[in-house]
């Protein structure tokens, strides 16, 4: 459940996430505020969940792509994808089984460069539905970046 204030204190969460031309974050805040006041009305919903963790996930995406002075990121976006990786946790509780949650959280986590819990949810979701082409290339990709080869090879070739 999203704190009052912990999106306000998240939009100031670093000095370098300002920008001239926010319309789009600011959307964003507002979608993710929306989807919190219908999750506290109905905390059993699984696809309200989806949607909040797509918004935190999509908002994310923006401010990972300020900078200041184009040298500096903005970190920001990791408690965004931490939020959104929560969201989808949740809807994977209420609703167990859905191969895209899996693979949704999985690209969250590879961007947060934890590639153990993105192969680990790739291959929950093809045990879930074998030959899933998007879980595959998920799992390639951390593959990779932990340089496992000979696995990234394997998941290229099945």
Known sequence: MVRTGAIILTLFLSPLCFAEDNTTTDILTKEITDLSAAIRLHPNDPQAYRDRAEAFHQRGKEWSSLSYGGKLPCD?????????????????????????????RATLYLALSDYKKAIADCTEALRIQPGNEKAYQIRLIAYRNQRDYDRAIADCTA
């Open 76 to 104: 920001a976006y990791k408690e965004d994808y931490r939020r959104a990786i929560a969201d989808y946790t949740q809807a994977m509780r209420l609703e167990p089984g859905d191969t895209i949650d899996y693979q949704e």
